[in-house]
């Protein structure tokens, strides 16, 4: 059935969730078919590019939305830094480190439900900035209207990130601050300023496969370019702080599933890839992954420039 159903997404046919659920249940040796499967799917529909992006933490901490993995959420009891919008010489001076580490893109973050008018400001002008440089600048500001996407784009913005996290179903058992139709909105405001739209979520929750798979078609309706996968990292003093991280080869499948549902996009592993993969971190473009996140998070560690080049590099894929 595995190769019937690969045969389908080759054919540019949409899988159906039965399909998909089957591959969510394939275990032992079949999984490496999986993994072998969606390789071949991601080097047909995406060639032997990988995209990387960078991030900065502009404005940390302090936010009142109580979304329970964030330990930047004013509920959570995570010891972190907290500090309000960064000056335009810290922007510039990790997008250069970006830019140097082998990043394409960059992407500035603030945390709160949405950037405040005297922030955007300040973000527009940092903006031009990282396009001045020659990066792809992106942002992650939360349920901006359209017209401040607009006016963000004038700026030079690249493409806006705003996640769907989980499933509908699932979605109030991790926020209750704002709604799943809430994203929908953002998003379409996004895709109607004209902006490129990064959407995907974040697994280890305590979500199931169905959840995974409901994401993944939800996703597949709305047509992000980019599509990133988040694994927990379990944070002591947020309320997911007692998840246990998910397993590795877990980790690979869901990689393999998204890429069958959403064969043309762009695959990209961010949060939680080393704590999760560890030494499977090899395995991402194998598992049909074509974009990474790299360098640090928000609040937690991520992978090294050079090693991820380098990770790059040794199969036989060109960083973009």
Not at 24 to 41: C, E, K, M, P, V
Not at 205 to 231: K, Y
Not at 249 to 268: D, H, Q, T, V
Request: charged share 25%; with cysteine.
């Amino acid at each position: 059935m595995l190769k019937n159903i690969e045969s389908k997404v080759f054919d540019n046919r949409k899988i159906t969730k039965k399909e998909a659920l089957y591959l969510s249940s394939l275990a032992g040796q079949n999984i490496f078919d999986l993994f072998s499967a969606a390789n071949r799917i991601r080097n047909h529909f995406r060639g032997d590019t990988v995209d990387l992006c960078a991030i900065i933490n502009a404005k940390s901490g302090a936010c009142p939305e109580d979304c329970s993995y964030c330990a930047q959420s004013a509920r959570s009891a995570a010891e972190i830094k907290t500090f309000t919008l960064v000056a335009l010489e810290t922007v510039l001076e990790k997008a250069k480190e970006a830019k140097k580490g082998g990043a394409r893109r960059f992407c500035i973050v603030t945390s709160g439900k949405k950037a405040s008018a005297k922030d955007l400001a300040n973000i527009a002008e940092m903006v031009s900035a990282v396009r001045a440089l020659g990066l792809l600048p992106c942002a992650t500001l939360g349920l901006l209207s359209g017209e401040e996407l607009v006016r963000l784009k004038a700026a030079g913005l690249e493409r806006y990130h705003n996640n769907l996290e989980t499933s509908e179903r699932f979605f109030t058992e991790i926020c209750t601050t704002h709604t799943y139709q809430d994203k929908l909105d953002t998003i379409r405001e996004v895709k109607a300023s004209g902006l490129s739209l990064c959407s995907g979520g974040i697994f280890g929750l305590g979500e199931t496969w169905e959840d995974r798979i409901d994401m993944a078609f939800a996703l597949r309706d709305i047509g992000p370019d980019s599509v990133p996968l988040n694994f927990l990292t379990p944070i002591k003093g947020t309320r997911f702080g007692v998840n246990k991280l998910i397993e590795p080869l877990e980790a690979l499948k869901i990689i393999s599933l998204y890429r069958f549902i959403l064969p043309g996009k762009e695959i990209r592993v961010c949060g939680g890839r080393i704590q999760t993969l560890g030494e499977f971190n090899s395995f991402i473009f194998y598992a049909g992954a074509d974009g990474l996140l790299t360098g640090n998070y928000l609040t937690t560690l991520g992978r090294n420039f050079q090693d991820d080049l380098r990770l790059i590099s040794q199969y036989g894929l060109k960083a973009t």
